[in-house]
């Protein structure tokens, strides 16, 4: 089995971002879960998304997680380490920031692979709004090797394509390009 949990605050598309990926697992032929943990259920609040897809079914439904690849999605969480996310030693830790890998490995005292990409920058340059689960969602495809750029375009397509004028998803697009190129 393997997971992914993306991290961030109610609103910011964690749940959305979790559901992209479980829709692309199934469509290569996996069993998925995918599921939100919510505490408070309110905008801003801390909101856990998550995403196990294995080649056999899935028996377990427990939010205890495991990840192999933690994506922070609202950098503001990264220093809740200690109680809000747990990181094996092999897992890949992708954060928005505009810190380099380095610096969030000495500040969180992890010495596994660190990917960052300063998404809320990408955001506001194409949303003129801190919108970041989109290039947060490129930035997982990338480093996680699990999902190609043309997959996830096609899934932003089919999830926000009826939902959002073709100019915002042509900014969407663009964060994914922008996303590919500068992920660290």
């Not at 920031?97 to 960052?116: L, N, P």
């Not at 390009?177 to 660290?184: D, H, I, S, V, W």
Request: proline share 5%; hydrophobic share 40%; charged share 25%.
């Amino acid at each position: 089995m393997y997971e992914v949990e993306f991290i961030g605050r109610g609103g910011q598309g964690a749940k959305t971002a979790a559901e992209i990926v479980a829709r692309q697992a199934i469509k290569k032929g996996l069993w998925v879960q995918s599921f939100p943990d919510y505490g408070p259920e309110r905008k801003g609040a801390p909101v856990r998304a998550f995403t196990r897809t294995s080649n056999t079914p899935i028996r377990g439904c427990s939010n205890e997680a495991n990840p192999d690849i933690v994506v922070v999605i609202d950098p503001t969480l990264v220093s809740l380490k200690g109680t809000f996310f747990n990181l094996k030693s092999d897992a890949l830790l992708i954060v928005n920031t505009a810190e380099s890998a380095e610096q969030i490995k000495k500040e969180i005292g992890f010495d596994g692979k660190v990917y960052t990409l300063d998404a809320t920058r990408i955001a506001l340059e194409n949303f003129k709004k801190p919108i970041t689960n989109t290039p947060m969602l490129a930035a997982f495809a990338k480093a996680s090797g699990l999902m190609t750029k043309e997959e996830l375009e096609q899934e932003i397509t089919e999830e926000f394509g009826k939902k959002i004028d073709p100019e915002m998803l042509k900014h969407n697009m663009a964060c994914v390009e922008q996303a590919f190129k500068e992920l660290k």
